[in-house]
């Protein structure tokens, strides 16, 4: 009886031991999934959901497609870009009687000077600070010449040469190690290729000291505009869409490649408007590069030529006299002595029917044929004659005036 209450009592003991351990156990386990869960989720916070890094990848790609070969042209060639100030004296007259030519006569106009500012755009072209820019920007009777960097610093403007009739001048900055342009080829150029004009236009490139970058096509390729009534000549130039607006005169159309390939020059205005509306012209920087290494070298372009002949229009009553039904030439009246037309076959009465195979209408046709070419002393040029009915080409050269 007694060994039987032992027995239940040691049984009694086990079951609670067991059940006292069970219990241990079981909290334990739901506390350390508890903590494991706890740690899932702080993990899950911390690191990216697949839609968010989804988002990273993409905005990523995006930044560095940003990044196209546009804009590191735009990064690669503004430092050579410079802001240009004029200040110039200008010539003007004031009549107080109205212009009446009665007065006039008494009391002749009075001439007056007043200082002009105006600005353009130029483009560093080698380390030592030489600058190309328009001569219609430079101007004449320039005071003062102050060039601006994209560092915000000014510098006086040296001239060094002006061409008037290419309107291509060349200045001088006392800076070292600048940053300049390398030029291309415009021979070379593709029309629908690529272009960024860079510039100051309305003088904006004071306000933050970086030039104004716009975008565009080649439009178009050698289009012949002759020349102008200021003098200056205009041939085989660059058409783009690329904005262009006043103060960008002298600035840089650059390509794909960052090389400067022409100097922006003028712009086809609507009759409403004086900015742009896409049609903007450049100098072929084949050109520039020609005439502004003359004026570094000399410090001008001699365009001083002769060509020992003098003519005159045909008129009615000496095409009845020589029997000519040509309707258009010039009739030369004299050849000048020791001339180079002295030493050809040229005799006076002689007709000039055309230059090169161009028809020559008057006299000055001759000489813009000239300047329109860019001809100089030493330059040949081909004369087709009209002598008794016989019609003949005869070369001439040009001498210095």
């Known amino acids: 009886m007694q060994n039987t209450f032992k027995q239940n009592l040691i049984y009694l003991f086990l079951v609670l031991l067991f059940t006292i ?100 755009s130029g483009v560093i072209i080698s ?34 040469g002006i061409d008037p009739m290419s309107d291509i001048a060349v200045l001088k900055i006392k800076k070292r190690n600048c940053d300049f342009l390398k ?37 178009s390729i050698d289009l012949d505009f002759g020349e102008q009534q200021s003098g200056k000549v205009y041939q085989d130039m660059i058409q783009t ?17 960052g090389e400067i390939i022409g100097m922006n020059t003028f712009i086809f205005s609507g009759n409403q408007s004086s900015g742009s509306i896409g049609i903007g012209f450049a100098i072929p920087i084949n050109r520039v590069k020609e005439i502004s290494d003359e004026l570094v070298e000399t410090g001008k372009v001699d365009r001083g030529y002769d060509t020992g002949l003098i003519i005159q229009p045909l008129n009615p009553i000496i095409k009845e006299y020589l029997k000519i039904n040509e309707k258009y030439g010039v009739i030369i009246t004299d050849i000048k002595r020791k001339s180079s037309a002295s030493r050809t076959n040229l005799q006076i009465g002689d007709v000039i029917l055309k230059v090169n195979k161009k028809k020559i209408y008057k006299n000055h046709d001759i000489q813009t044929f000239i300047n329109e070419n860019f001809l100089r002393a030493g330059d040949k040029i081909n004369l087709t004659i009209w002598r008794d009915s016989d019609i003949f080409e005869i070369a001439l050269t040009l001498e210095k005036y």
């Open 21 to 120: 351990t069970a219990i241990f156990i079981s909290k334990n386990y739901y506390l350390i999934k508890s903590i494991q869960n706890t740690e899932q989720i702080e993990n899950q916070i911390m690191e990216p959901k697949p839609d968010s890094l989804e988002k990273d990848i993409i905005n990523e790609e995006i930044n560095i497609r940003r990044k196209n070969s546009i804009t590191k042209i735009v990064k690669k060639c503004s430092p050579a870009i410079v802001g240009i100030h004029v200040t110039r004296i200008q010539q003007y007259s004031q009549n107080s009687y109205l212009n009446d030519p009665f007065f006039a006569n008494f009391f002749p106009p009075q001439i007056y000077k007043k200082k002009v500012k105006s600005s353009g």
């Open 127 to 160: 380390e030592d600070g030489l600058i190309i820019t328009n001569a219609h920007v430079v101007g004449t009777n320039a005071l003062e010449i102050i060039v601006t960097t994209t560092s915000g610093k000014n510098y006086d403007g040296e001239i060094i």
């Open 183 to 219: 030029m291309g080829n415009s021979d070379e150029i593709i029309i629908a290729e690529w272009v960024v004009a860079l510039g100051n236009p309305f003088g904006l490139f004071d306000l933050n000291f970086q030039p104004v970058a716009t975008i565009g096509i080649i439009s």
């Open 241 to 257: 869409d690329a904005s262009i607006n006043a103060g960008n005169s002298g600035g840089a159309l650059v390509n794909v490649l």
